[in-house]
């Protein structure tokens, strides 16, 4: 005769009532002893991550007169968005062919145009590839490819504050390899069709552009030549150098009047809106650091020979100036220095 395992165990097989149930002693333990903080000496963390390919800001921008609203890209971490000065971030770059940003622009005419440029401007070890630059007319909850596909990296964007048609993209071009889609490029109609106009070799890129302010026609531009390998970045080459623009980026020419000579690496070019004739470029070179132009760029004079303004140049070399003071500089190296004298001190 088969048995329920629960008759068979509660003796109601036989018609007799319930087993009386024996109560089960419970196990006898030790309770441990509170650790020390001197257990820990031993234990060796690890980074389990993101990595700093995934974390990283590579660009961030405001939106003009609204201290609450900003735009960041992350080196492999697309575009993020707050509104409410940095409590909140809402993700807004998704579903895109990559996440790694280079630049983030306005429109100045319209602060809900937003441009983004795929591909970090920082040629590391870990970079992810650039697929090209990206456009929404809404405030980031849309976007649209608007070509360049095969420039590699993009480090800036710079839009005409008068005509938002008018767009400049600097392209490192591809990290890995040399190929011709690098440089600056310029659009008119709004990023339908694109034109190279400035281009020096393949494997020299734009790393920095910047337009003056109150003068659209006035561009600067910094070429950096260089070749990265999985085991090393060589930077540097006699295409390296800073070039000029008058007639709003349809021509350029390469300025040299008391600029270095010889191989150059990374350089970053920076001008103020309260004297537009006052320019600034930070250069890798053996030679100095720092160099500043009084006159739109026609004649340039060494400041700085402290390469602490950037520590890796290769990597760091940012330079801002000041809104309301075009002898109040920021650096962005290691630390974020700052000099009140034109670069002479930090």
């Not at 630059?133 to 005409?160: E, N, Y």
């Not at 910047?210 to 295409?239: K, Y």
């Amino acid at each position: 005769m088969l048995l329920s395992p629960t008759l068979a165990l509660s003796g109601g097989a036989q018609g007799r009532g319930p087993a009386k149930q024996r109560p089960v002693p419970a196990p006898t333990t030790t309770a441990p002893a509170p650790a020390g903080a001197d257990s820990l000496n031993n234990v060796k963390f690890r980074n389990l991550g993101p990595s700093v390919g995934g974390g990283r800001v590579a660009a961030v921008v405001g939106v003009p007169g609204d201290r609450n609203t900003y735009y960041v890209g992350a080196a492999a971490g697309g575009v993020w968005k707050t509104t409410d000065g940095g409590d909140s971030w809402e993700a807004v770059f998704k579903d895109q062919p990559t996440a790694s940003i280079g630049a983030v622009a306005l429109a100045p005419s319209n602060p809900n145009v937003v441009w983004v440029g795929t591909g970090e401007g920082n040629p590391r070890n870990d970079v992810v590839d650039g697929r090209g630059i990206f456009m929404s007319p809404d405030a980031g909850k849309s976007w649209q490819f608007m070509g360049l596909g095969d420039v590699g990296q993009i480090t800036r964007i710079v839009i005409d504050p008068a005509d938002p048609d008018v767009v400049f993209v600097a392209a490192l071009g591809h990290v890995w390899a040399p190929n011709a889609e690098r440089g600056v490029f310029r659009t008119a109609d709004g990023g339908k069709t694109w034109r190279k106009v400035l281009f020096a070799n393949d494997t020299t890129g734009a790393a920095d552009l910047i337009m003056v302010p109150g003068n659209p026609r006035l561009l600067f531009a910094a070429l950096w030549q260089f070749v990265r390998h999985p085991w090393e970045l060589v930077s540097g080459g006699t295409a390296s150098g800073i070039y000029r623009s008058k007639d709003g980026g349809l021509t350029w020419e390469r300025l040299k009047e008391g600029l270095p000579t010889g191989l150059l690496g990374r350089i970053a070019v920076a001008v103020g809106p309260t004297n537009p004739s006052h320019v600034y470029a930070l250069i890798e070179t053996t030679q100095g650091m720092l160099w500043d132009s009084k006159d739109q760029g026609d004649h340039w004079t060494k400041v700085s020979d402290f390469h602490g303004l950037s520590a890796r140049p290769f990597y760091f070399s940012l330079l801002h100036v000041s809104p309301v003071d075009d002898r109040k500089l920021f650096f962005s190296s290691y630390l974020l220095l700052r000099s009140d004298d034109g670069g002479k001190t930090t």
